[in-house]
């Protein structure tokens, strides 16, 4: 039985598409199951990319989750933003991010540049 594929545009159709995707997600290695399994992920993905958007991560918090996920210290961020006094304003948001900063931070925590060069709000 051949099954006929086409773009998911509605709720319904995804809803639809997830399940048949569950139900076909283990199927053999180069298998008919295998290879519907594939084309359904891709047309899934394509709907949730444009209906489920996911907020663009806050600088800080990416840094504080890559700190935790890590298990790193101020301290340990310190040796990478220079002293431990703008570590501390840097998280607190008192002080903004240097472009040395970003540079050191997406390298040390490999948290991609774009991330960390987006505008936050500073408290006063």
Do not use: W
């Not at 319904?12 to 290695?29: D, P, R, S, T, V």
């Not at 990416?62 to 700190?67: L, N, Y």
């Amino acid at each position: 039985m051949e099954t006929t594929f086409k773009i998911i545009e509605t709720k319904k159709e995804y809803e639809m598409a997830l399940k048949k995707f569950q139900g076909i997600f283990h199927a053999k290695k180069k298998s008919p199951e295998a290879q519907e399994a594939k084309l359904l992920a891709l047309l899934i993905e394509d709907y949730e990319s444009k209906n489920f958007r996911i907020p663009e991560p806050d600088p800080i918090e990416a840094i504080k989750f890559m700190m935790e996920q890590s298990s790193l210290s101020q301290t340990n961020l310190a040796e990478m933003l220079g002293n431990k006094g703008n570590v501390s304003k840097v998280l607190n948001r008192k002080r903004k991010l240097s472009l040395e900063m970003i540079r050191n931070l997406s390298y040390s925590l490999h948290i991609p540049a774009d991330i960390l060069i987006r505008d936050y709000n500073l408290v006063s």
